[in-house]
């Protein structure tokens, strides 16, 4: 078996890791209708306008529909955020990648490992103090008898935030605001409002990052025909009727044309597969959650790379040693991720059908190919598709 180099494997990753969130994205369109009208555009300022971050409540959490994440005021540790929340500390630290005594940046976002319940309006403390401080001086303590308790009502759940959640981004170790903003096609000062950034535009691993939404253009109104103009006190001119005694043209026939190629063709011995070998060659590695994120796929140099199954190129990249990736969109939220390849034959937007050639083997040891499968945006083990 073929042994592939670390320092290898680490370039296909970082490089995959930094790409594979680009096979969702559509390319932008210009919603202000201005186009190069005069030579000049406003395309990429109305793409770049962001919505604001919601705001948060009296805890500082803000509530979407599938998770929560909290807002640090000035002067904040972690600590106080967690004993704001109702959190472990040691808990949300560790979800979050810091100390339980790291300074947190007024207004930077800190992302709950799980939900809590809306604040209680009832402050236990205040009543007890109120009742102790009405009692009579050395008046006896009266007594009553309760009535039997009730059942408790379940904690009340924090209202979500309106409109769209945003995707919450994982920083991984390499990446930083300018790369996750170009990731995400929106504004670096976006990225930084929404996440309480410093001026430096400072990230951490494992830190967690809103995408800021994108504001919703306005419709697009229908182009409206042109029209004859004509001068004042002049009426609207009258088309020309067709003369009912002219006789029809003569019609033309044109000459037969030869029939399109329909012959299918001939299948491959994958066909009955959810995906095709992407080389026809010997898997090296397999797929390890957390450390190898697909499989590595060994043949000779210069093979042909192929696509797993018919799809749309969603993205073409390279890793940091300008390794080509290539990133397909299927249907059902299927991604296929095709990393250490050389000599690129498709480009971003093409339409590839299963097997179709889409790029070739390196040469010596890095004659393998890094195969990946996503569901979304989590890998998934490719070898059960490919059986």
């Not at 390499?174 to 000062?189: C, M």
């Not at 450390?291 to 940091?320: H, L, Q, R």
């Amino acid at each position: 078996m073929r042994a592939v180099s670390k320092s290898a494997m680490i370039r296909c990753a970082t490089g995959v890791a930094a790409v594979v969130i680009l096979a969702g994205c559509e390319g932008p369109f210009d919603y202000d209708l201005r186009g190069e009208v005069g030579g000049f555009s406003t395309a990429d300022a109305a793409r770049g306008v962001t919505a604001n971050r919601p705001t948060p409540d009296a805890r500082g959490v803000i509530t979407y529909p599938n998770y929560q994440v909290a807002v640090a005021r000035r002067g904040d540790t972690v600590n106080d955020v967690a004993a704001r929340v109702g959190l472990p500390v040691a808990e949300l630290a560790r979800f979050n990648g810091l100390q339980p005594t790291d300074q947190l940046r007024d207004g930077e976002i800190i992302a709950l490992p799980r939900t809590v319940a809306a604040a209680s309006t009832v402050d236990i403390a205040t009543i007890a103090g109120t009742a102790i401080d009405e009692a009579p001086a050395g008046g006896s303590v009266r007594t009553s008898t309760l009535e039997p308790a009730q059942p408790a009502a379940s904690a009340p759940t924090p209202s979500a935030a309106s409109g769209p959640e945003p995707i919450r981004h994982k920083v991984k170790r390499g990446e930083t605001a300018f790369t996750i903003s170009r990731l995400y096609d929106v504004p670096v000062n976006s990225l930084a409002e929404w996440n309480g950034l410093d001026s430096d535009f400072t990230v951490r691993e494992d830190q967690f990052l809103l995408i800021p939404i994108k504001n919703q253009p306005a419709p697009q109104q229908a182009a409206v025909p042109a029209t004859n103009v004509t001068q004042p006190g002049q009426g609207s001119p009258t088309p020309t009727p067709p003369s009912a005694t002219q006789p029809l043209p003569d019609e033309v026939i044109a000459p037969a044309t030869p029939a399109p190629d329909v012959t299918a063709e001939p299948p491959t011995s994958q066909s009955n597969s959810a995906l095709g070998l992407p080389v026809a060659g010997t898997i090296i590695r397999t797929y390890d959650k957390g450390k190898n994120e697909g499989i590595d796929i060994a043949a000779g140099p210069g093979a042909p790379v192929k696509a797993a199954e018919a799809g749309t190129v969603a993205a073409i990249t390279a890793d940091a040693d300008q390794v080509p990736i290539i990133v397909i969109k299927h249907n059902s939220d299927l991604l296929t991720v095709y990393a250490n390849v050389d000599k690129a034959t498709v480009k971003k937007g093409d339409r590839v059908r299963r097997g179709q050639q889409i790029a070739s083997l390196r040469g010596g040891e890095n004659s393998y190919v890094h195969f990946e499968v996503r569901k979304g945006f989590e890998s998934v083990d490719p070898e059960p598709y490919l059986k």
